[in-house]
Nanobody, 124 residues
Framework: QVQLVESGGGMVQAGGSLKLSCLAS????????FGWFRQAPGKEREFVAA????????NYLDSVKGRFTISRDNYGNTVSLQMNSLKPEDTAIYYC?????????????????WGQGTQVNVSS
């Protein structure tokens, strides 16, 4: 497994922006797909976004398309999630995760390493 450390969460008003970052401690960072998931109170964890090993392929939850952008820096071992036009329904704990595959993975069963999570609160 890999240690993943998220940062960048916080409180913001609706319409605002936040950028989440995830630093991975692995020498093979560039081999794997990485993703972001979230879990709101009383709800199940859901997929938000994923990026393949090269960064040339991405996938998003329908409700965040056009508002969120996932990116990666294979030299800096980081994955980021830029979140714009935030809505109250985006409020959740956001988790960074590493997949066991190099291509896009959108379900949790493909991921073997998870960060501790970072809280995002969006007020109306």
């Amino acid at each position: 497994q890999v240690q993943l450390v998220e940062s960048g969460g916080g409180m913001v008003q609706a319409g605002g922006s936040l950028k989440l970052s995830c630093l991975a401690s692995t020498r093979t960072f560039g081999d794997n797909c990485f993703g972001w998931f979230r879990q709101a109170p009383g709800k199940e964890r859901e997929f938000v976004a994923a990026i393949n090993w090269s960064g040339h392929d991405t996938n998003y939850l329908d409700s965040v398309k056009g508002r969120f952008t996932i990116s990666r820096d294979n030299y800096g071992n980081t994955v980021s999630l830029q979140m714009n036009s935030l809505k109250p329904e985006d409020t959740a704990i956001y988790y960074c995760a590493r997949a066991v595959v190099s291509y896009i993975a959108t379900t949790a069963n493909y991921y073997d390493s998870w960060g501790q999570g970072t809280q995002v609160n969006v007020s109306s």
